[in-house]
């Protein structure tokens, strides 16, 4: 069974920067596509960034394109969610989820099987 930790959250001022982590347990990180959501208070969940399995490929939602950047290490079974430039709209409960083995990085939620529990992020104007 995949299990998803999700940790870095915090308080920030707007303007800030945060680096969320996502640690899997699981033999078969490398193979899985992983993407990061977020859900504000009152709102649906909705897609932040993705990457491949191989790291090789990146999406991003047009409202965090050019301030956060997903990165992975397979070697040590994590994901990253770098946040830079932090405006108080980014201010959610954020959450990292796993995909199948070897399927396309995705902005649908429904592709994804695994899902972490989240960490708070407040930024603050």
């Known amino acids: 069974q995949v299990q998803l930790v999700e940790s870095g959250g915090g308080l920030v001022q707007a303007g800030g920067s945060l680096r969320l982590s996502c640690a899997a347990s699981?033999?078969?990180?490398?193979?899985?596509?992983m993407g990061w959501f977020r859900q504000a208070p009152g709102k649906e969940r909705v897609f932040v960034a993705a990457?491949?399995?191989?790291?090789?490929?990146?999406l991003y939602a047009d409202s965090v394109k050019g301030r956060f950047t997903i990165s992975r290490d397979n070697a040590k079974n994590t994901v990253y969610l770098q946040m830079d430039s932090l405006k108080p709209e980014d201010t959610a409960l954020y959450y990292c989820?796993?995909?199948?083995?070897?399927?396309?990085?995705?902005?649908?939620?429904?592709?994804?099987?695994?899902w972490g529990q989240g960490t708070q992020v407040t930024v603050s104007s």
């Open positions: 989820a796993a995909g199948r083995n070897f399927y396309s990085a995705s902005i649908n939620p429904t592709q994804y099987v695994s």
């Open positions: 699981g033999r078969t990180f490398s193979s899985w596509p």
């Open positions: 990457i491949s399995w191989s790291g090789g490929s990146t």
